[in-house]
């Protein structure tokens, strides 16, 4: 069954705010079985979003817009619908001051959401997907495998993803990648079909393939680190503190993680991890030997089990012909084992490779205490 989603609001058109309210949706909606074919976006003017209401609707049985709710000014949504619609089903906002609603006919609905992204995420797991299964059940919805890989590249694995289409023709293959990882979704009409291409692609690629409910790599590291009782601190660079922010976000994380120094300039390595001066001025602080004395001095100066430390070229300057910008030296050590170290090129643009750094440095760890692999040496 098709659905439109549409925002509300002209924050969203005049680029103050990200649309990642559709993201979300269309990822659960795809999830349940139903097919999203199309975004819109309208300014807070009720007759524009009466008319797209209407447009929408004209296309497809359900229609789920977010934001324009609330006791604000630009509070337009709801009124627009109701001049479409008469019968309303509240949907409670357990987080926040906005309600919702849940507005239908005999064969046709839309679902009102807030736009605050949390509230927004709350209240269409809690109270709008039971209504949509409910007025639109599916009788042979269309299935969803989702699988996540870290650390590789789309042409790494689009060749062995062409042999599976190939032999299960039937199915569709999606390959969304983002800094670092790689998301692979199969979907069709069958499951048994769709857990053997899962379970064919975590055996071709079974040091890369990971779990975790939101399909991030910080995730799976954080249960890994927490169900083997290990530790680890860090050493940043060229991410300033990312790495640790991406750690603390989330909740229990102190049952492992120790802490992050941030050695941005050359000084602070050597004051705070005993990089020694030579070491910097004849290797550069973006260099292997550099690393590797920045993860030595995490281990120096803490009890940690697992050290991460990162130097690089994040740019937009800085570059040279040897060492251009996205010039990332990565170091992943398990105390009086192994230290892990490779030069890599990350992506050219500052926050492009600052993101990329992050993740391919939590992979890498999430590969060695998982699977005993090291990733760059």
């Known amino acids: 069954?098709?659905?439109?989603?549409?925002?509300?609001?002209?924050?969203?058109?005049?680029?103050?705010?990200?649309?990642?309210?559709?993201?979300?949706?269309?990822?659960?909606?795809?999830?349940?079985?139903?097919?999203?074919?199309?975004?819109?976006?309208?300014?807070?003017?009720?007759?524009?979003?009466?008319?797209?209401?209407?447009?929408?609707?004209?296309?497809?049985?359900?229609?789920?817009?977010?934001?324009?709710?609330?006791?604000?000014?630009?509070?337009?949504?709801?009124?627009?619908?109701?001049?479409?619609?008469?019968?309303?089903?509240?949907?409670?906002?357990?987080?926040?001051?906005?309600?919702?609603?849940?507005?239908?006919?005999?064969?046709?609905?839309?679902?009102?959401?807030?736009?605050?992204?949390?509230?927004?995420?709350?209240?269409?797991?809690?109270?709008?997907?039971?209504?949509?299964?409910?007025?639109?059940?599916?009788?042979?919805?269309?299935?969803?495998?989702?699988?996540?890989?870290?650390?590789?590249?789309?042409?790494?694995?689009?060749?062995f993803l062409r042999e599976l289409q190939s032999k299960f023709p039937e199915n569709e293959i999606g390959i969304y990648p983002s800094q670092g990882s790689l998301l692979i979704e199969f979907s069709g009409l069958h499951a048994s079909p769709l857990d053997e291409m899962v379970a064919a692609l975590q055996s071709r690629f079974s040091t890369y393939f990971f779990t975790s409910p939101s399909h991030k790599i910080a995730e799976a590291l954080h249960k890994e680190l927490i169900a083997r009782s290990k530790t680890v601190a860090l050493a940043e660079s060229c991410t300033g503190g990312a790495i640790a922010a991406r750690l603390t976000a989330l909740a229990g994380a102190s049952r492992y993680f120790l802490g992050s120094l941030v050695v941005y300039s050359n000084p602070f390595k050597e004051h705070f991890l005993q990089v020694s001066r030579t070491t910097l001025e004849r290797e550069g602080a973006v260099s292997r030997k550099t690393v590797e004395a920045m993860i030595k001095g995490v281990f120096h100066e803490t009890s940690a089990d697992f050290a991460i430390a990162v130097s690089g070229i994040a740019g937009p300057d800085g570059g040279t012909a040897q060492k251009p910008v996205g010039t990332i030296c990565i170091g992943i050590g398990e105390r009086g084992r192994f230290i892990d170290i490779g030069t890599v090129q990350a992506p050219t643009d500052r926050a492009s490779a600052i993101e990329w750094t992050v993740q391919t440095s939590l992979g890498a760890l999430w590969r060695r205490l998982v699977h005993h692999k090291q990733t760059f040496s």
């Open 1 to 159: 069954m098709d659905v439109e989603i549409i925002a509300i609001g002209s924050e969203v058109l005049e680029g103050h705010t990200v649309n990642t309210n559709a993201a979300f949706l269309s990822r659960e909606l795809t999830l349940m079985g139903y097919e999203v074919k199309r975004h819109s976006v309208y300014p807070d003017q009720t007759e524009a979003i009466e008319q797209g209401f209407r447009d929408a609707l004209s296309r497809a049985p359900l229609v789920i817009s977010t934001g324009g709710l609330g006791p604000t000014i630009d509070d337009l949504t709801r009124g627009a619908a109701r001049n479409i619609f008469d019968q309303e089903i509240p949907l409670t906002n357990s987080i926040g001051a906005a309600s919702g609603s849940f507005i239908h006919a005999p064969h046709q609905a839309m679902n009102l959401l807030t736009g605050v992204p949390r509230e927004m995420e709350e209240m269409f797991r809690n109270e709008a997907k039971p209504q949509i299964a409910r007025y639109f059940p599916l009788k042979h919805p269309r299935l969803c495998r989702v699988s996540s890989l870290c650390l590789l590249k789309e042409v790494e694995v689009d060749p």
